[in-house]
């Protein structure tokens, strides 16, 4: 019923390509792969008005496609551009344009000269006149003309007025289809779903449609219904045809023009004028065709012969007729061509300009390109060639071709002498626009780009240029008072001029561009110099000693300006960095000066004027500089100049700035602390001579004054001596300094300071003669020093008396150990002297010695070499023994060492092998043996082939025996009601144990069969058959496309039945990657194309994710879902006690249920009440209370359990998790990420783990016997959890119905978190690439070949669906899929593939012999059609890969090298080549026994004759292959082709990992075969128990006797929409109003006993087929579901509708 919604073509478009924002949702463009633009809206109000809204705008959208599609078809007719597609309406209401698509189409009914203001000059000028509405009138005409039916006429008022358009255009649409029948016209485009509308237009046009208040026509529908009112009565039209043939035996041609005439011919075109040549054409084409039959059977008698056979069928006629009058026609138009051509030549040797011009727009002539401003050309150039062509050996008049090529030049002249002119006038309109100069540059450009100009030289990026200098042109022009426009030829000049000047400017910008390259790429100085000396680049004076300067500033503003820089921004640099130089040579100056001014010999007080001189210049900088520090300035810089002089060895170093600045800051600290000081000392001694004992104290203490040793108990000490010391000074006669002190600082400065005025200075105040009254800092400390030392000594003395003479011991014996050191340190400092008196001596005595002994050895030469010769000897001999008899005590530990340190270097090696990114080759010429195939290797493949043919075959046989027990329950239920008699039942359960039978036949026979026992033809078939399920498994597009091309009701057995066989259930890696890449592409492909928003994935049900689940849920994932949720589901369903009520009312009336059983009375409380009214009781509340504790606790065991099975689940769903998630984030690229995640846990928990805890009997979860059904109340526990889960899973609070757990919302919250975290990391996980260890080589090195086993019946009908659904599958003709179904050619049938079968045995349906032996499976090794094929690019270039590849291992395994190139281009040894040969020689004996023992290893006869080859022959085949690798970028031999040794390496790596995952799957498919046999003995306890069922019935029913018997019947019931909807069984058809019901109907036919066929029908063509089962309908019943969609869209009462069907087909009313 998709076909029924209201208005529009019955499809719709998959996305609209404007759609209003202001309709509550987010709008977001894409392009689609077609370049249109789509809108995507998210988050929509799904109120009642917005999906109307919605509609409305869709239904505006859909006719706007249809105005577009009608405008473009009539515009392709009549030839003429129409006006926009919202103006189209209105331009067709004067019936001009209707008028014209009549002529094209009907031409001798709609002449041009009957069209009424066929300019359409009155219609602009006064609108709309009634004689406009001659022209719809003519049109209906050419309508009736051509024999549209009438059907589809509109009136006079729905144009012209306007009443309804919509129905114009629908007629517009029904004859471009009809007139494309007739092959009169183009087919219509169709654009629905690719135009583009704004928004604007689709509010226009929807505001336009409301207001008519008109029904849509249905453009969808214009096909069935030409099909329906154009009935061909075959009885007439045999009578008719039948009478012209007898009227061309026996009439003339006005007999036969009549005969020709008649209706039911069906014969069109038909011209009375061309009666004869019909007539005679006829006669002809009857007597061939009586001749040709006669010719091919002579011996055929007429009462054999069919009456076609030598009559002219309607066909035959009809093209007879075409041909005559295309000959007719044909002929007419050489004589008007002729005369026309006459005239022509006339007019151009005497006629004017008007009459040539006429002549040459004469239609017979079929002139084209006929310009009437052009006739001046015209006239020119025609003359000029008659006379031409009558001066030349020619002669004659013009031909057609001559005056058209003429005409051709003409244009060509004339169009390009406008076009110059009208190129100039663009460039000067150009410079006259007023915009931005860019943009009028880029205009300008585009002028002077035109063609018509010629000119060659015009560069786009010297745009600018030619803009300035073409305005400063032009107004230069204008103001000389000339006409302000530029000429052709000033145009050229100035391109030219400018062109010459940009080059300068480029060779400029270039070299400022070198010179920012070379700073950018830190180059050397001189190239930076280099670049910066460039005659291009003016950046003021270079001085070439300051190169470094320049380059490092120009690396510096690089970086910061992170670009390149201009020529201005280079000059800046450079004039920065001379200015920099000048001011650092003035410096440098300064700091000469200063140097100078403390050279040693300098002049005292030259010395100090100079210093500060040269300090406070104003190019030196120096800081905080005072004139009075001036002395000590000079003195502290005289030092340290000194001292680094000697510390360098250098007299003329100098001081550096920084230097000098430190030593500054000091002078100016030294000076600070000097007056602290010296003020510190003057208090000091005003407190003496106040007496003040503690204020000296105090004084003393000061920090500044820095006085040592001071006691608090000698204050009265210290003040006394201090004052008698003072006094002293007195006594002795020290005069009076006028208040001027010497100070002396820490580094031994001498400081002058005046107490009594407070100056201070570093240079001796005139008149001082450096003695003082005042004590110095150094005389207090001497007082203090003493004065504390006697009171300590004194105090000392007084407590250590005893001690005392002890210490002058000690103290002596410091001094005499002083005199030691003293004497040691002498000797100490002296070394080098000692030392060197010591070597001369001991020399001379050495020398001396050495002497006597080489004149005595000299003497006794002889003997002493024996001596040496024997003593060497012996001492090699002993050293010998003593190391062997070491080895030989210690033998063991020795091989301990050697093998430990072999196995570190082959770790190494082996470590190297695996992590080192490109290993070297010597590293993998180690392990090369680790690639060799043993008999474990050999023998574990078979193994894995015997165990997945046999675990195909029990999923084959188990899913038949499911089938059956199904159809067996259903039977046995419908028989219970009595709606079956016992015979179809007992009918069922032989042909049941007959597929028993069967299969345990099966089970005795092969595992393995073959395809040997069929024909030669049947081998190519099946050959063919390889080729393409290969290509079918590799390729996963093709069955992503298949799936979405059938219909939605086959794609489960398709899965099921191809889709899972081809794939061999993935039961290896390689087959599971494959699936899930199919999966993927399907996914993407649904995503892309079907899903407009989020939630179609949730609230629809996607082929792909139902794909997904279902082959999740196999035996893997049934597992995984046992593991995680049988225990707990067994803890549930073994909770007797508890009930989970999650309903209020239902709470009620159970605690009222409770009540009467236990009072034996009836409740005074009422029964029935709502939600609100069953919570006021607080004994609901307490229940639901309890309930929601209880459900609480039960949920949060499920969740901690999914939590914790993370690694549990199947990858495979994970996978597709991961890529559902992708797809939305790339197609709702706005979308939040929780409502993503929802969409990703909608297919982890709700479609894979809710119905496994709803129904856990339905899915094995839990282990459930015939006698032990779940209950109930059990069933209803665990759907009181699963919607709790699930509603946590959806982030979906309670409320409204569910009020009653509202309470649990936080709960629902808390968990939603636990979910979301729980679904991203389960849709993250690794490639499946990385997973599966797949690559792009993975089957070109497979060791055998993949088998698959498919029954012959599912080989066919794959067969016959991809020739169905070619086109939609592989679009392009030069597809492989299109090569191989060519290559198959006709899909056979199950009879002609199989060779035959046997004949039927009385009694026997041959169609049931058909259907058995199609269940023969036969077993398909899958090839590469395209493998190794010459043409094929990347295939054939993974082929070369791996052919190289395994020819180098052999090479390498003889031949050792440091790296491929190496070993290559290295000869051979003999004994390397007959290490080769033996090798290959082992290798091919072992390769014989396996195929002894297997069929189906691959080896490829190319591959196998490359290894054969010599050593040397491989490595110059080697060589060319590695050459055709390197042209595809495979290798490269600059890293001695690298790629290859890393290849190897990988192999070696993935060698022992693939065969763990044999072992694995050989232990999995073991115990899946277990699995199976145990279901399938299950199952046939089941199907035992029901045939005793149907035993006890049949032995009743023989006691009973056959009374009650039913017989089935087939029967069809039918009603209209309208019907079932006032019977309440159809609640609502989405998109069809209710008063188009009466145009529906459906017919319910039953096809089976307990099935049905439901069909629909919109005005009486069938739209959709849907099977429907009884039984699934009782089990919706059971299951309290009142409601159910059928075909999608249409509402259906499930209660009713069994009431419909027990009342029609069973004759009963419940």
């Known amino acids: 019923m998709s076909d029924l919604s209201n208005g529009g073509s019955g499809a719709e478009a998959p996305h609209l390509p404007v759609v209003p924002a202001e309709h509550g949702g987010a709008k977001h463009e894409h392009k689609t792969d077609h370049g249109v633009k789509h809108i995507k809206i998210e988050k929509y109000d799904y109120d009642g008005n917005r999906i109307d809204e919605k509609r409305k705008e869709h239904i505006a959208y859909e006719y706007l496609c249809h105005l577009e599609e009608a405008k473009k078809w009539i515009e392709a007719c009549v030839k003429e551009e129409l006006p926009p597609t919202t103006e189209l309406e209105q331009a067709l209401r004067n019936g001009v344009i209707l008028s014209k698509l009549g002529h094209f189409y009907a031409p001798d009914i709609m002449p041009l000269k009957k069209i009424y203001d066929m300019d359409e000059s009155k219609y602009r000028a006064k609108g709309l006149h009634f004689k406009h509405t001659d022209n719809f009138n003519f049109w209906l005409e050419t309508l009736k003309f051509v024999g549209m039916p009438k059907i589809f006429y509109p009136i006079t008022t729905d144009l012209y007025d306007r009443k309804n358009m919509p129905r114009v255009i629908y007629c517009i649409h029904a004859l471009s289809l009809y007139l494309h029948k007739l092959g009169q016209a183009p087919l219509i485009e169709d654009l629905l779903g690719t135009a583009i509308f704004t928004e604007e237009e689709i509010s226009a046009m929807k505001t336009e449609l409301d207001k ?13 219904i030409l099909a329906n009112e154009m009935p061909v009565d075959e009885v007439a039209l045999h009578a008719a045809v039948m009478a012209i043939n007898d009227v061309l035996d026996k009439g003339g041609p006005q007999e036969l023009m009549v005969a020709l005439k008649n209706a039911a011919a069906h014969l069109i075109k038909l011209d009375p004028a061309n009666a004869a040549r019909y007539h005679e054409a006829l006669r002809e084409a009857k007597a061939r065709k009586a001749a040709r039959k006669a010719e091919q059977n002579p011996g055929t008698g007429d009462e054999d012969r069919d009456v076609y056979d030598i009559m002219l069928t309607q066909a035959d006629i009809q093209d007879i007729v075409n041909e005559v009058n295309t000959t007719v026609k044909k002929e007419i138009s050489a004589v008007k061509l002729r005369e026309g051509l006459s005239s022509i030549n006339q007019e151009i040797q005497s006629g004017s300009l008007e009459s040539l011009l006429k002549a040459l727009l004469l239609e017979d002539v079929h002139l084209t390109g006929v310009i009437p401003e052009n006739i001046q050309w015209y006239k020119d150039i025609l003359l000029k060639s008659t006379k031409d062509k009558a001066e030349s050996m020619v002669g004659g008049s013009l031909t057609r071709d001559e005056i058209q090529d003429i005409l051709a030049i003409a244009n060509e002249v004339a169009e390009h002498t406008r076009a110059v002119v009208q190129a100039v006038l663009i460039v000067n309109k150009a410079l006259k626009q007023v915009s931005e100069a860019e943009a009028s540059a880029v205009a300008v450009l585009q002028a002077l780009l035109s063609d018509n100009l010629d000119l060659a030289d015009v560069i786009p990026a010297n745009k600018q240029y030619y803009y300035d200098e073409l305005l400063r042109a032009k107004k230069a022009k204008e103001t000389s008072q000339e006409i302000g426009v530029l000429t052709e030829e000033e145009i050229q000049q100035i391109v030219h001029r400018m062109n ?32 910066l000396h460039s005659s291009f680049v003016s950046v003021g004076l270079v001085d070439d000693s300051c190169a470094a300067l320049y380059s490092t500033a120009l690396q510096k503003a690089v970086e910061e300006k992170g670009r390149s820089l201009s020529q201005e921004e280079v000059k800046a640099v450079v004039e920065q960095v001379n200015e920099q130089v000048r001011l650092q040579n003035l410096l440098q100056a300064a700091i000469m000066d200063i140097n100078a001014a403390v050279r040693p010999d300098a002049d005292v007080a030259a010395d100090r004027a100079g210093v500060l001189r040269a300090l406070k210049s104003q190019y030196a900088h120096f800081e905080s500089v005072q004139d009075s520090n001036a002395p000590h300035y000079a003195a502290l810089l005289k030092a340290a100049r000194a001292a680094k002089a000697e510390k360098c060895g250098d007299p003329n170093v100098q001081l550096t700035e920084q230097e000098i600045q430190a030593i500054i800051n000091k002078a100016n600290v030294q000076t600070q602390e000097a ?51 003072k006094a002293k000074k007195i006594q002795d006669g020290v005069l009076d300094s006028g208040g001027w002190t010497e100070h002396r600082t820490r580094d031994g400065y001498v400081f002058y300071y005046n107490v009594v005025t407070g100056e201070s200075q570093w240079e001796k105040p005139e008149g001082f003669s450096g003695q003082s009254r005042e004590l110095t800092k150094d005389e207090i400390q001497a007082v203090v020093i003493k004065t504390t030392a006697d009171y300590d000594r004194w105090t000392l003395l007084k407590a250590n008396e005893p001690t005392i003479v002890q210490m002058q011991s000690y103290w002596r014996g410091v001094m005499v150990r002083k005199e030691y050191q003293k004497k040691r340190q002498f000797l100490k400092e002296h070394e080098k002297e000692i030392v060197k008196i010591q070597a001369v001596w001991k020399g001379h005595k050495a020398h001396k010695s050495y002497k006597q002994r080489l004149e005595y050895l000299n003497q ?6 024996l001596i040496q010769s024997v003593f060497k000897m012996h001492r090699a001999r002993k050293a010998y023994q003593e190391r062997h008899q070491f080895f030989k005590s210690r033998v063991a530990d020795i091989v301990k060492l050697q093998s430990f340190w072999r196995a570190k270097k082959a770790k190494q090696d082996y470590k190297q092998l695996v992590e080192v990114i490109q290993p070297a080759t010597s590293a993998v010429r180690k392990f090369l043996s680790l690639l060799e195939q043993s008999d474990i290797d050999f023998s574990e493949e078979l193994e894995c082939q015997r165990l997945k043919a046999l675990v195909v075959q029990q999923i084959r046989a188990n899913q038949q025996l499911e089938q059956d027990l199904y159809t067996m329950d259903i039977k046995i239920g419908l028989l219970v009601k009595n709606t079956i008699s016992l015979e179809d039942v007992v009918s069922h359960s032989r042909q049941v144990n007959k597929n028993r039978t069967r299969g345990a036949k099966a089970d005795g026979q092969d595992l393995v069969p073959s395809t040997g026992g069929f024909s030669k033809q049947t081998q190519a078939k099946i050959e063919g058959y390889q080729h393409l399920f290969y290509m079918l498994q590799t390729k996963p597009h093709y069955f992503a496309r298949l799936i979405f091309e059938m219909p939605q009701s086959k794609t489960n057995r398709f899965m099921e039945n191809v889709i899972l066989t081809v794939f061999n259930y993935a039961h290896n890696n390689r087959e599971q990657y494959l699936l899930l890449k199919m999966f993927e592409t399907a996914l993407n492909e649904e995503i892309n194309n079907k899903v407009d928003k989020l939630a179609d994935i949730i609230t629809g049900n996607p082929t792909v994710i139902k794909m997904v689940v279902h082959f999740t849920r196999g035996v893997r994932g049934q597992n995984t879902l046992r593991d995680l949720l049988g225990p707990l589901i067994q803890e549930v369903l073994a909770t007797k006690d508890v009930v989970l009520l999650t309903s209020a009312v239902d709470v009620y009336k159970a605690w009222i249920n409770h009540m009467e059983t236990v009072t034996g009375e009836p409740s005074k409380l009422p029964y029935d009440v709502s939600n609100d009214q069953a919570l006021e009781y607080e004994e609901v509340r307490t229940r639901i209370a309890s309930t929601v504790t209880a459900l609480t606790d039960f949920s949060n065991r ?3 359990s999914i939590m914790e099975s993370l690694n549990k689940i199947p990858y495979g769903i994970k996978f597709i998790a991961m890529k559902l998630r992708l797809a939305l984030h790339e197609k709702f690229p706005e979308a939040p990420e929780d409502d993503i995640i929802k969409v990703v846990g909608n297919l982890l ?9 709803v129904a856990p009997d339905a899915f094995d979860i839990v282990d459930v016997g015939m006698d032990n059904q779940l209950t109930p109340d059990q069933r209803r526990n665990l759907g009181a959890i699963a919607k709790v889960l699930q509603a946590a899973a959806a982030c979906k609070i309670f409320e409204g119905e569910n009020a009653a757990l509202s309470c649990m919302n936080s709960y629902i919250h808390e968990a939603w978190r636990k979910f979301r975290d729980f679904f991203s990391k389960a849709s993250t996980v690794e490639t499946a690439e990385e997973k599966f260890g797949i690559d792009e080589y993975s089957d070109v090195i497979m060791l055998t070949k993949p088998v698959i086993y498919i029954s012959v019946k599912e080989v066919v009908s794959t067969h016959s669906l991809l020739l169905e659904h070619e086109d939609a599958i592989s679009p392009k003709t030069d597809d492989p899929l299109r090569i191989i179904l060519k290559e198959l050619g006709v899909c056979p049938t199950v009879e002609s593939l199989l060779g035959g079968v046997r004949d039927a045995a009385p009694g026997e349906d041959p169609q049931d012999i058909i259907n058995e032996v199609g269940k023969q499976e036969i077993p398909l090794t899958l090839t590469n059609r395209f493998e190794g094929v010459g043409g094929d690019d990347s295939s054939s270039m993974k082929t070369l890969f791996v052919r190289t590849k395994r020819m180098v291992v052999d090479v390498l395994r003889v031949q050792p090298g440091e790296n491929l190139t190496s070993v290559l281009y290295t000869p051979a040894t003999p004994e390397q080549e007959e290490e080769h040969q033996t090798f290959i020689r082992k290798r091919e004996q072992l390769e014989q026994d396996k195929v002894h023992r297997s069929t189906t290893i691959r080896r490829s006869e190319s591959m196998s004759g490359d290894r054969n080859l010599p050593l040397e022959g491989m490595k110059r085949k080697i060589m060319r292959n590695l050459r055709t690798l390197e042209q595809e970028n495979m290798v490269n031999s600059k890293d001695d082709y690298q790629e290859i040794v890393n290849a190897i390496a990988k192999d070696i790596r993935n060698q022992h990992r693939y065969r763990q995952q044999r072992k694995q799957e050989l232990t999995r498919l073991q115990e899946t075969l277990e699995k199976l046999k145990t279901k399938a003995k299950f199952c046939e306890e089941q199907m035992e128990c029901y045939n005793v069922y149907v035993k006890s019935c049949l032995d009743r029913l023989g006691k009973m006797g056959s009374k009650g018997r039913t017989e089935f019947k087939r029967q069809t019931v039918k009603y209209t929409a309208q019907k079932l ?41 069938e739209v959709q087929r849907v099977e429907l089962v009884f039984q699934d309908l009782l089990q919706l019943q059971y299951e309290g579901l009142a409601i159910m969609k059928m075909f999608g869209r249409v509402t259906v009462n499930v209660n009713l509708l069994i009431h419909l069907i027990n009342q029609k087909f069973y004759g009963r009313e419940g």
């Open 1198 to 1200: 499920f969740l901690v």
């Open 675 to 725: 007056i602290e000081l010296a003020r510190a000392v003057a208090s000091i001694n005003s407190k003496v001579e106040s007496g003040d004992v503690a204020a000296v104290l105090e004084a003393l203490k000061a920090a500044v004054a820095n006085v040592r040793s001071i006691s608090d108990e000698c204050a009265e000490a210290y003040c006394k001596k201090l004052a008698e010391a």
């Open 212 to 224: 008519y208040g008109i029904q849509m026509p249905h453009f969808g529908k214009i096909g069935g």
């Open 500 to 531: 010459e000047k940009a080059e300068h400017d480029r060779n400029v910008a270039m070299a400022v561009e070198k010179i920012s390259l070379s700073a950018e790429q830190r180059g050397s100085p001189e190239e930076v110099l280099h670049a």
């Open 1621 to 1661: 909807f006032e019977k309440k069984v159809i609640r609502d058809i989405e998109g069809l109003p209710q008063h188009q019901f009466r145009s529906a109907t459906f017919e319910i036919t039953s096809t089976d006993i307990g099935k049905f066929e439901i069909s629909g029908k919109f005005l009486g063509i």
């Open 1245 to 1253: 928990y709700y479609r894979y783990m809710n119905p496994a805890i």
């Open 860 to 865: 006794k030469k002889d003997q002493a070499v």
